[in-house]
């Protein structure tokens, strides 16, 4: 595992979007302290702009949700015990007007949900890789909402429940050095 610049919680440091479930169902107990996890994150006004719309596998609507997914991502996810979708309130309720961190406030909700499920022992797997205007359109979502990412969880499977190329890709990924990501004081990036 590649080593922090400075010293940061293990929790943090030790996180990773692992693919590889084993299919089993979880509990409510197992799943909504994660829901619980995330309405815990910050956000402006204490707006909580997210929202999520879960599916657990066996159930009438798995097959909704798993069928926006692109085939990549349907290949490996097939496993996973509940797919959710993540959206957000683009407006505040409180006055009506643009909420401009809708989406960055809704970010720290995932991160604490994937935390929160880390911490547990679970795969938690955020992806991009799905058709949006489907989403809207099939699960009827108003357009008051960002339809921002999905997320599979599921518990930690075998290797061999993967294609030989997503094998190879199971592991925690390298990060860019800080030097790239922080500036002070003015734009300084490539």
Do not use: C
């Not at 006004?45 to 009438?60: D, L």
């Not at 809704?106 to 058709?131: K, Q, S, V």
Request: hydrophobic share 40%.
């Amino acid at each position: 595992m590649e080593k922090t610049t400075h010293t940061i919680q293990q929790l943090i440091k030790q996180r990773w979007s692992p693919r590889a479930m084993n299919g089993e169902p979880l509990t409510d107990e197992e799943l909504i302290p994660l829901f619980e996890a995330a309405r815990w994150a910050p956000s402006s006004y204490n707006e909580q702009p997210w929202r999520f719309i879960y599916a657990k596998r066996a159930t009438k609507h798995w097959e909704t949700l798993f069928n926006l997914l692109v085939p990549l991502n349907q290949a490996w996810a097939k496993q996973a015990s509940v797919l959710v979708l993540v959206i957000s309130r683009k407006l505040f309720s409180h006055n009506g007007k643009p909420g401009r961190t809708h989406s960055y406030d809704t970010g720290a909700a995932w991160e604490n949900l994937a935390l929160e499920g880390f911490a547990r022992g679970l795969a938690i797997h955020g992806m991009a890789g799905f058709d949006y205007d489907k989403a809207r359109s099939t699960l009827q979502i108003p357009d008051v909402y960002e339809v921002e990412a999905m997320i599979a969880i599921g518990k930690r499977g075998s290797l061999d429940s993967l294609s030989a190329a997503m094998q190879k890709e199971e592991h925690p990924k390298e990060r860019k050095p800080l030097k790239e990501l922080i500036a002070e004081g003015i734009f300084s990036f490539s």
